[in-house]
């Protein structure tokens, strides 16, 4: 399909419109098909839109893109050039788990290289954005050039059997040496030595020799290059995985211009990269290293990566990623203090290594971490040595581009004999997966053995077939009795006109074996074909064990025909380290049961002796040593078919202990204190062993307390008169060559147990008993603590009385106490190896007194002129203890006296009370405090004042309630104070103003304190709601009956007809087209009115905007027309009236130029201009001309006519002899336009000649004497200040000017600074000097004359 292009309008349905709205999202276009979209639907958007892609030819491309709109749109995808209308090309897929669409293209050639569109549509709107795809040709176009010579060679075989089989050696030769990618010789360029064999292999380079040679060569071009640009590069690292989803590749550079530009290419396209480490690529320089980075791996991020100095290249680095993932991840591991944690994971394809991480930290093989990998290269594991607080955190595994990670948790040790003190280290291990990984991992290498048989019949298979399909042709073409060709007894065709050359020797093999995936290399020299029969039988071994077994190829020889590698290995040797005296083992894999090997031990053949076993079990070829020594150490190779793996055994010696002299050393060593303690161990190894002793991790050195001996067999370690401090683990370490080895005992050393702790935790102290709680000793000396010895103090005596023994508990309970006394404690602690030091308690109080808390504010309960009864509530602490009484206390207004109303000794029993000690017509306030056991408590806070007198009647209804103000959430009340009738109702002293909205029926008091005034005003009222309200007068003797309004109210405003509030409205505008147009008009109404605009008494379009506010009105037109032109009319009205007004607008431009002007002469004097009227004429009826005339003598532009509304004008008083100019101008409101310009009109007149005669002229000198306008000035300087003196002088021709200081001249002085400009003579003095004092002096002279000023300089602090 064709794209439309971006001004064509897209269509829409019948009723739609198509409006441009803008996307979150830059470059999604989108257009809405209705005007107003209703609430909770929407238009679609694309939330993530598909990004262009630059590609390899013949891998995946995919597009995805997330889109948002309710309904949920429809989406297609298309492409400029052509369709995608092919399912096998282009699949469109949506995943509903993560929300995308998208557009796969796998195997993508060439040809679909284009522009391609995303279409999102609902009934709302559509969606559209735009991506493209670029395709990278495959470099030298090789397989499909290998495609061309075969199909070329097999087209050749047909016609010449013997020409085509004589050449084909030659042209695979050329072939295969024409075919070396450019890319190969990049990546040697940057490579190590030691990579240099890999890289042949893998590229299929047999010619090693030759690759050298060519290679110097290359690097020599290469530097030169290098050298115009680049001083010194080193440290080449190649690109590899460092973080999960981050490669980097590195190294370090010198260049000779810091501003030269760096490319980076992959795959020989340009990839943009940026500092910003979030970029995809991205590069860092610190200093001379460069470190470029590829964030968010992908298998499209496979390739090869190189840099490029202005052009040259620099660095090329090959990235593979291996098609691996994780069938088993690692996980989380919770592990104790100094035990091992184990990480272990299973990948779903062989990898000799990958890569761990810890704390976002790689990790190495060492002494910390051990990293292994099993056999089968599946199982990848990893061990955490000694775990402690430090190890903990998050651990991952990086295989490729895929990871996985857990958390590493370290729980400290829950012994509570080793808190405080650095735990033994532990032999158990914490995590990994056991027998279930070793089930997966087998059932994984299964179905990988499966896969690569399957691969091998294939190629079989194939290789059958395509043998068949030469042969057919070779029968066909060439005739049956041919001297060049004979028949075997397979019918294979073989050559016999030479001799049969012999066959070379297989390339030697890697110690692993070859793979199975990889094809068979081709050898370097032509072979003969031979039929089966004609194969001779492979000769036997030399004894020596040096010449391998050689194979001989069988059928067609065709260039793309694929070798069976025959017998090879599938698990090669690995080296093995054993113990001497130990047994150990070593064994291969082979891929066929029915083939034999040879055993060799540096260069020799090796046989079965009593302690070397040779053992055949299938596959697998062992080599079996029942017991190592030194004599075994050496290289050994297994040779089967011609194929071999090669292994080193190293005997080693370390150092070792008996077990039972272990088990032994390992036991406790307990003394007692001051006696001394003795660790011997006996061990055998190669010498020389370092011998080092260890207490609780510290290395012990022979002092007066430490003796240590040395041999060759045994260590014996001495500790003189020990202490307590001296407990701990003890430990042997032995190292040599070999190894390092480790034996652990325990030093317990006893003593008396150190004195308890404090401080006590109070449990109870009552006035009957005391019940407290200690601290255990911080060390027990060793020997569990049997019994506290307790002795007792009573504070105020001297003596102790002795409690005697009790259980080891740190708790006792003292039942004999006096209530209010206070006592002390000594505490000791009892072992069997002795008592401790005293420990002495703080005071304890038995039976503390506590008062109780204050009661609730006394209330009111009645009140007459001779008694006044008051309620409270008990308090909330009582102390403790019962509550026994209350004491009840009253206070006069204005006094600061309490008295006590009830007697001392007859508390209160009751929580009422009635107080009659009260005089009629005082006001008294009253507090109340309890009683318990220990006292009287604190007081309650006062009560509200209260008058001794009989009650009062409640007040009657307030009089007069009206509203006096309102507005939408307020409304004011005002009211009169009811009248007082004695005996019936007294005097109100406050008000309560209570409120119902007109849908309840509860009314709320809108105050909750009587208020004084008679006016309130409630707040907080929802606007134009209804309300009923009314008042309630209230006094001592209650609240009298509530004054309700007649009607209810409306929360608005008071009624206010409309009214215009500016009083200078501009009823007249001027726009100037394509400007904006605005009018505001302020008003006042209430309620609030209804708005109505019109232009020319017609409602206004939708391209003008209204905004209507409280009080405020506005008419907005964005970018104006001519036909906005006309007069608006608000109308403004509500309940109450309405009011008008009306603005004309009138919307023009610049006006256009009139046309060409026109001079006539119809009367002599006068000449009459006529033009063409301007474009602008007809569009406004306000346009009108001005006339602009100058003439010959006056030559100034003056104007002679204006606000005409006619297109001609006679202008008068045309004089003959002059020429005439005229401009005319059109005009409007907005400006006047360029002028329009006539001819130039002029009538040509005779002149008589006019003789004129001047009286001769006299001549007139202007030259003046030199005078002195200004005159120079007196001046006192301080000495070392600036000095600066000036004067004017006039003369004509200008004067020569000399400055003299007490008669000597100074012009020539380098010390002044001294100008004369435009008459004004002046002398700079920077620092003034004693002998810069004296008379200065201006001389003037000139040939007319001559003119002197002087005046005096003197210098300020001279003595």
């Not at 004042?945 to 007069?960: E, L, M, N, S, W």
């Not at 105050?1007 to 209230?1034: D, F, H, P």
């Not at 009214?1059 to 409205?1065: E, G, I, S």
């Not at 020429?1219 to 336009?1233: C, H, L, Q, W």
Request: charged share 30%; hydrophobic share 35%; with cysteine.
């Amino acid at each position: 399909m064709k794209f439309r292009k971006s001004k064509d309008e897209e269509p829409t349905a019948p009723g739609q419109v198509a409006i441009r709205k803008r996307s979150k999202v830059p470059g999604v276009m989108i257009t809405q098909f209705v005007e107003e979209i209703p609430d909770g639907k929407s238009h679609p958007e694309f939330t993530r839109k598909p990004i262009a892609l630059t590609i390899q030819e013949g891998k995946l491309a995919i597009f995805k893109a997330i889109i948002t709109g309710d309904p949920t749109p429809t989406v297609t995808w298309a492409r400029n050039n052509g369709d995608i209308s092919d399912p096998e090309r282009y699949i469109v897929s949506y995943d509903d788990i993560s929300g995308e669409h998208q557009l796969q293209m796998s195997n993508v050639g060439v040809d679909q290289a284009d522009t391609y569109k995303c279409f999102a549509q609902n009934e709302f709107g559509r969606a559209v954005v735009t991506v493209t795809l670029n395709i990278i040709e495959v470099g030298f176009k090789k397989s499909k050039a290998m495609q061309e010579a075969r199909l070329e060679q097999r087209e050749k075989a047909a016609v010449d059997l013997k020409k085509t089989l004589r050449t084909r050696a030659e042209t695979q030769k050329k072939e295969n040496d024409g075919e070396v990618d450019e890319k190969f010789w990049e990546l040697l360029l940057s490579a190590d030595k030691k990579d240099y064999e890999r890289i042949c292999i893998e590229y299929g380079v047999t010619d090693f020799r030759g690759m050298l040679r060519k290679l110097n060569e290359k690097k020599k071009e290469i530097e030169e290059q290098r050298a115009q640009f680049v001083e010194q590069l080193s440290n080449l690292r190649h690109i590899e995985v460092k973080t999960p989803g981050c490669a980097e590749f590195e190294f370090e550079m010198d260049l000779k211009d810091p501003n030269a530009r760096i490319f980076l290419f992959k795959d020989g396209v340009m990839v943009p990269f940026n500092t910003d480490t979030d970029d995809k690529h991205c590069l860092r320089q610190v200093g001379r290293k460069f470190t470029f980075s590829v964030n968010g791996l992908s298998p499209e991020d496979a390739g090869l990566y190189q840099v490029d100095i202005e052009g040259v290249n620099i660095f090329s680095t090959d990235f593979k990623i291996p098609a691996v993932d994780f069938l088993v991840k690692i996980q989380e591991v919770k592990a104790i203090e100094r035990q091992d944690a184990v990480f272990e994971c299973v990948l779903s394809a062989p990898i000799s290594n990958i890569s761990w991480m810890g704390k976002s930290t790689p990790l190495v093989q060492g002494e910390k971490h051990d990293i292994s990998v099993s056999e089968d290269m599946l199982i990848h594991r990893l061990v955490v040595k000694d775990c402690m607080q430090v190890d903990k955190g998050i651990y991952a595994a990086v295989a490729g581009i895929k990871s996985c990670n857990a958390w590493l948790i370290v729980e400290p040790d829950p012994d509570p004999n080793n808190r405080g003190k650095k735990a033994t280290r532990k032999t158990t291990t914490a995590g990994g997966g056991g027998a279930d990984l070793l089930k997966i991992a087998a059932e994984q290498q299964e179905k990988l053995q499966k896969e690569r048989d399957e691969r091998m019949e294939q190629i079989k298979q194939f290789q059958a077939e395509k043998a068949k399909v030469i042969e057919t042709e070779v029968k066909e073409e060439v005739p049956a009795g041919s001297p060049e060709v004979h028949e075997g007894s397979t019918g294979t065709p073989h050559a016999v006109d030479k001799p049969k050359p012999k066959p070379k020797p297989e390339t030697k093999p890697d110690s692993e074996g070859v793979d199975e995936s990889e094809p068979a290399k081709v050898q370097k020299k032509e072979e003969q074909v031979t039929s089966p029969e004609q194969v001779p039988p492979p000769p036997e071994e030399e004894s020596t064990g040096e010449e391998p077994k050689k194979r001989v190829r069988t059928g067609p020889l065709v260039p793309d025909s694929v070798i069976d590698p025959g017998v090879h290995f599938t698990s090669g040797l690995s080296d093995v380290n054993a113990i001497i005296g130990q047994s150990a083992e070593m064994e291969c894999k082979l891929s066929r049961e029915d083939c034999d090997g040879v055993w060799y031990k540096d260069g020799k053949t090796i046989t079965d002796t009593d302690d070397l076993k040779i053992i055949k079990d299938g596959l697998v070829h062992k080599l079996i040593f029942t017991n190592c020594n030194e004599d075994d150490n050496g290289k050994y190779r297994f040779e089967a078919d011609g194929r071999k793996t090669e292994a080193i055994l190293v005997v080693e010696d370390p150092p070792r202990f008996n077990q039972d002299d272990l088990a032994k050393f390992s036991e406790p060593v307990i003394i007692k204190v001051n006696q001394n303690a003795t660790f011997k161990l006996e061990f055998i190894g190669r010498e020389p062993i370092k011998v080092q002793w260890y207490n609780e991790g510290e290395e012990l050195t022979e002092d007066n307390h430490v003796r240590i001996e040395k041999s060759s067999s045994h260590s014996r370690l001495l500790l003189v008169k020990c202490q307590r401090k001296d407990s701990g683990e003890i430990k042997l370490k032995l190292k040599n060559e070999f190894g390092t080895i480790e034996a652990l005992s325990k030093l317990i050393v006893l003593d008396k147990p150190t004195n308890p702790m404090g401080p006590i935790e109070v449990v109870e102290a009552s006035s009957s008993c005391v019940e407290f709680k200690w601290r255990s000793p911080k060390d027990d000396g060793g020997s569990p603590i049997l019994n506290y010895n307790l002795d007792r103090n009573q504070i105020g005596r001297n003596t102790w009385v002795k409690l005697g023994n009790i259980p080891p508990e740190a708790h006792y309970k003292d039942n004999d106490v006096d209530h209010g006394r206070k006592y002390c404690y000594r505490i000791r602690a009892i072992t069997a190896e002795g008592t401790s030091d005293v420990f002495e308690t703080d005071d304890i109080q038995a039976g503390t007194k506590a008062y109780p808390g204050p009661p609730s504010t006394p209330k009111v309960v009645s009140a007459f002129k001779d008694r006044i009864t008051l309620s409270w509530t008990p308090p909330t602490n009582t102390g403790g203890t019962n509550i026994v009484g209350y004491n009840m206390e009253k206070r006069k207004r204005g006094s600061n006296l309490w008295s006590q109303v009830n007697a001392p000794e007859e508390p209160i029993k009751g929580k009422e009370y009635e107080v009659k000690d009260v005089v009629e017509g005082m006001e008294y306030e009253f507090r109340v405090s309890a009683i318990n056991f220990s006292g009287a408590g604190e007081p309650s806070t006062p009560s509200e004042f209260v008058i001794a007198r009989d009650p009062k009647k409640p007040p009657g209804k307030v009089t007069d309630l009206k509203v006096t103000d309102s507005t939408h959430t307020s409304l004011t009340l005002s009211w009169t104070k009811p009248k007082e009738e004695e005996g019936v109702q007294d005097e109100a002293k406050g008000y309560f103003v209570e409120l119902r909205p007109a849908e309840e029926t509860e009314w709320s008091r809108c105050n909750s304190n009587a208020i004084i005034s008679s006016s309130y005003t409630i707040l907080g009222l929802k606007s134009m709601a209804m309300y009923w309200v009314r008042a309630v007068a209230t006094n001592e003797g209650g609240d009298g009956e509530p004054r309700d309004l007649d009607n209810y109210i409306i929360a608005m405003p008071p009624p206010v007809r409309p009214k215009f509030t500016d009083r200078k409205m501009k009823s007249f505008m001027i726009v100037r087209a394509e400007n904006s147009a605005r009018i505001n008009i302020n008003f006042e109404a209430s309620p609030m009115p209804t708005i109505i605009w019109l232009k020319d008494g017609m409602p206004v379009s939708k391209r003008v905007t209204i905004s209507n506010a409280d009080g405020l009105s506005q008419l907005l037109i964005p970018s104006a027309e001519r036909a906005d032109t006309g007069i608006y009319t608000i109308i403004i009205k509500n309940i109450v009236g309405q009011e008008t007004f009306s603005v004309e607008i009138r919307v023009t431009d610049d006006p256009k130029t009139p046309g060409p002007v026109e001079l006539n002469e119809n009367v002599p004097g006068t000449l009459t201009l006529s033009w063409a009227a301007s474009l602008d004429e007809k569009r406004d009826n306000h346009l009108h001309y001005m006339v602009m005339k100058r003439d010959s003598v006056k030559r100034t532009w003056h104007t002679v006519a204006d606000h005409l509304f006619n297109n001609n004008f006679t202008a008068v008083n045309i004089m003959p002899g002059r020429e005439y100019n005229f401009r005319v101008y059109a005009k409007n409101d907005i400006g006047i336009s360029e002028p329009s310009v006539s001819q130039t009109w002029g009538v040509v007149r005779k002149k008589e000649k006019f003789i004129l005669n001047l009286a001769p002229s006299k001549t007139c000198s202007f030259e003046s004497a030199p005078v002195f306008t200004v005159p120079l000035k007196k001046h006192a300087t301080p000495e070392k200040y600036e000095c600066y003196m000036s004067c004017a002088v006039k003369a004509n021709p200008t004067p020569r000017i000399t400055w003299y200081r007490n008669n000597i001249s100074l012009n020539a002085d380098p010390n002044y600074y001294i100008t004369n400009t435009c008459g004004v003579c002046s002398i700079l003095i920077l620092r003034v000097g004693p002998k810069d004092n004296g008379e200065y002096k201006v001389v003037a002279e000139n040939p007319s004359g001559r003119a002197e000023c002087s005046a005096q300089l003197t210098i300020l602090g001279l003595n």
